[in-house]
């Protein structure tokens, strides 16, 4: 529960033309089971269209989930969208096969974390939930 | 009560009554119950020359050869594809010096998608998850100094596989290549793209037909060639369990052998050409079963359901590739001990071909040295550990053989429910297999967090973990991609290049084969993006429904 005592809304979102969606959906479901409200994109979103499923569903939060390498782009995309639209104040994290290095430029950029294969579900809720709460 | 109850209800009560049994899902990952012990009481009215016969006999439980791994031991196929043609045509060289038997490319995304480098949905994604190629000039840098006559090639590509496969033998023929005497593969199977992997761009409908086509054209033209790779790997990386990826491969396999005999094909004159590709998982007898129960239902399939008569016909080759989906991303040296025992189990299973997945591939695309690793440990396993001295060492395990049964019960009972469904493309409309997975994966996803099952690093025996070093991508490789993209579209005949475009819109309206034009496209350097997008014209395009 968020503050006000509404449930947290999240977007899981598949940007570009990866079309490994287990990870988005297991943590999609996994979200919902934990109390939040999921909206789940679907495939080969673009960043425009995150943004903008972002504002009008009016979340709290948005998660990419990339495997595919392409993540450097899509995140800076989304990172950047957001701030233009005034809505900096979503949360912006991710997941999939991101290195290291990647997921650090990205936090220093403003990117929340970045969960890699192996990440529990336990771990993602957890920290939205500590994430949200902490974002004014 | 038999001997094996009997032991069960006394023996063992009592023993765990002393020592209780560990907290442990004594289950497979497939959620089948293991015993504590087998015996023959399991195997009761086992009849091993009816269910195993001998080693490259029907139903081939035992393996497609005779002589296995003592005359030809499996070909070492390195799945691989990074950046541009130039830069993965390096790692291919380096990997034949190495000792690796046979080629495996890994297309990067909008290849896959089929996207020339330079299309605006393609920035970022070139050469990301594999190498690029958008066209016959592509096609040329990647086998630079390859003989295709003496090197055999597996190209991971579907949706675009006619188009894809068209560059490479139009390369191989304008380098004096016979086409008769080229062998490979191309994966060319889009029903497993609908169910678990998501790189389709066509509705189900025409995407099978373009299958068709090749299972047509492909015997009387590159008759060495597999021209399908029906793929059970990407279904259990979407996060099924082994009993689904055996039956919805199966089932894969035999949609497309009814659609081919739907165009009056001859069923022994493609059937030897069908080749299966799964994955080998941490399960180790299951997976085991897993394949050894594949070979016995296709075999069946082939000669009892479908009346095959060339014995080609009844045997399933396969490829394995260890379980990228198994890889952590904690404690990423870990991995290759998991690679090292997979691939253990794909050996053991009998697999014709097999890739061992690298230990940094949770994190990035692996370095050379990483996969030279991958490499290596097959190499421990074929030359170090005896175990491929003789044909399926564990035929006649009471465990093995139940489980291998129990595999087959299962399987059988997912194609009744996909036959009442209507088939394999209207459980797809139906989003049964979606459902299917989608709920597997997530029970199993919350039994790792639960605890009950361990992944050793990520939910039991943590620590920290130095960093690994990763491979990373040449970020001039869109402009290279682009550079000679505009050379192509510059240099060819304009008109020649636009009559064969022509040529494949008219045979997929008229529904005719389209792999001649294919083939003339790539003759006449069309892009792969403007056969796609004639092909989209024709065809429309697919969107999944969105189910959670």
Known sequence: MSGSGQPLRILIAKPGLDGHDRGAKVIARGLRDAGMEVIYSGLRQT?????????????????????????????????????????????LFGGGIVPDEDARTLQEQGVGRIFTPGASMDEVVAYIRDSVADRP | MNSKQRWLAEDYRAAKARMPERDYPFRTLSDIPVDPVYTADDLEGFDAAAQLGMPGQYPFTRGVHASMYRSKLWTMRMFAGLGTAEQTNTRFRRLLEAGQTGLSTAFDLPTLMGYDSDHPLSLGEVGRCGVAIS????????????????????????SPANAIWAMYLVMAEKRGARLERLGGTIQNDILKEFIAQKEYIFPPRPSVDLVIDTFEWGPRNVPRWNFVSVSGYHIREAGSNAVQELAFTLADGIHYVRRALERGLDIDEFAPRISFFFNAHNDFFEEIAKLRAARRIWARQMRDVFGAKDPRSWMMRTHVQTAGVSLTAQQPLLNVARVAIQALGGVLAGTNSLHTDAYDEALALPTEESAMLALRTQQVIAYETGVASTADPLAGSWFVESLTNEMERQCLGYFERIDALGGVEAAIDAGFFAREIGDVSYAYQREVDAGERVIVGVNRFTSDFPEVPVQEIDPAVEQTQAERLSRVRAERDPAAAAAALDGLKQAAKDGVNTMPAFMEAARAWCTLGEQMDALREVYGVYEEPVLL
């Open chain 2, 135 to 158: 066209s016959l000039a592509d096609m040329e840098v990647l086998f630079g100094g390859i003989d295709p006559e003496t090197v055999t090639t597996s190209m991971t590509i579907n």
């Open chain 1, 47 to 91: 960043a425009p269209m995150i943004v903008n499923a972002a504002i009008q569903e009016d979340v709290q939060a948005v998660g990419l989930s990339v495997l595919s390498g392409a993540h450097m782009r899509y995140f800076h995309e989304v990172l950047h969208g957001l701030r233009e639209r005034g809505a900096a104040d979503i949360l």
